[in-house]
Every structure is written in C-alpha cells, then in structure tokens.
C-alpha cells in the first residue's frame, strides 16, 4: 500500500532559524513527489515536482530534494510570511494523488 | 492560463439533506479531475477521480457521489448527507499522466 508521512507534524521557528521538513513514501514505481503549500482556509498552492532521487529544485527560500526513499523541504533564513502548512504528494500512476497530514510551520518575527 | 472554480464556497446543512458541489476548470482541455476532502488536522483524502466525460473512479466507498457531464465540469453529489461528511472539500484538476494537481479555493461543508 502506498504511504506518506510528513514530519514533524508542527514546526516553530524564530526568524532567519534556517530547518527542513520530511516527507517519507513508500510507493512502487513512483512517478513524482510534489510539494505544496496551503494556507489557513485555502486549497493548496502547487510548489515543486520532483521525478528521480537526486532531483533539487529551488523558489526563494525553499529548496525540495528527493532520495529514494524520502524528499526534504530545506527553509532558508524563513520569514513570518513562510508560515503556513507544507504537504507532500505521491503518485504512481500519473492519475492518483495521495498526501501526506502535513507540517504546519510557524515563522515568529 | 488555467484557473479553477469551485463553488459553493461554504454551506451549513442539515443531516440527511442533498448535496450538490460543483467545479470548472477553464483555459485547457480534456484535464483529469479530482475531489478530495480534507478533514480537520488530517490530511487530503481522494474521493473521486475522472480522467474523461463519464469516466468516475472512487477511492473511498461512501454515501457520495460524483459526475462529470461535460468535459470540464465535475460535480460531487449526495443523496442524504450523514455528519461524517463535515470537511473542507477540494475540487483539483491536471493535465493528463503528467501531474501536478491544480486547486480550487474549497468547499467547506458543515452538517449539523
């Protein structure tokens, strides 16, 4: 059974405190890991795909790795505006999408 | 460019009332459509996934349902809502066997 977990489930960082998320899978075959971010009361707001291990991609303060295994989402010196919750995604088929819970980032000024 | 619609965007109703949610996506064509929903503290559950007019695959048996008359619309319905439909319902679409999903704003159902 395809699986993803997220941790940690909340994250609080100080201003400029630089830290990673985690996103595990286990799924056979996969086809992309993505990221998303989504805000209070919002569908979530596409970041990144990823296809093989190795892959980085890069947006601002954020940095998304993939391993075989698990994919980092790397913050960078965050701001106050970065908080909000980052979900991570699998897909095997290129037609089925299954998300991890979740980590829920605070940025404090 | 592509955006997608979803509407309503909150209701309150009753148990054992109908519903009828409904999204559209505009600026492409023959894209794949999902629902999903999204209960409190958990994450994206997949309800239904159309990859053509007609075309309904479900991921969780349950008292919904979903259609897609037309090649962008989809419609997520029931019958007789149960108060285990409470959730933020989203309505998603992407282009086909290429990911990345695309979001509406939400649906956010309260059945009291």
């Known amino acids: 059974e395809d699986q993803v977990t997220q941790s940690p489930e909340a994250l609080r960082l100080q201003e400029g405190e630089s830290s990673s998320l985690n996103c595990s899978y286990t799924?056979?075959?996969?086809?992309?890991l993505f990221w998303y971010r989504q805000d209070p009361g919002k569908g979530p707001e596409f970041l990144f795909t990823?296809?093989?291990a190795g892959e980085e991609k890069e947006k601002e303060r954020l940095k998304a790795t993939l391993t075989k295994k698990e994919s980092f989402l790397h913050i960078t010196a965050p701001k106050p505006e970065d908080s909000a919750t980052y979900l991570c995604?699998?897909?095997?088929?290129?037609?089925?999408?299954?998300f991890g819970t979740g980590t829920s980032l605070t940025v404090i000024p | 460019s592509q955006t997608i619609h979803q509407w309503p965007a909150t209701l309150v109703q009753p148990v054992g009332s109908p519903l009828s949610l409904e999204c559209t996506v505009e600026?492409?064509?023959?894209?794949?459509l999902y629902w999903y929903r999204q209960a409190a503290g958990r994450g994206l559950q997949l309800l239904f996934y159309?990859?053509?007019?007609?075309?309904i695959s479900s991921e969780v048996p349950q008292n919904l349902s979903a259609s897609r008359p037309q090649d962008r619309q989809f419609i997520l319905s029931s019958k007789k809502l149960l108060l285990s439909d409470s959730g933020f319902y989203l309505c998603?679409?992407?282009?086909?066997?290429?990911?990345?999903?695309?979001f509406g704003e939400g649906s956010r159902l309260t059945v009291l």
């Open positions: 998603a679409w992407s282009w086909r066997n290429t990911g990345e999903l695309f």
């Open positions: 799924v056979s075959g996969l086809r992309g």
């Open positions: 990823l296809y093989s």
């Open positions: 995604a699998v897909s095997r088929t290129g037609n089925q999408f299954y």
């Open positions: 600026g492409t064509s023959n894209p794949n």
């Open positions: 159309s990859v053509g007019i007609g075309q």
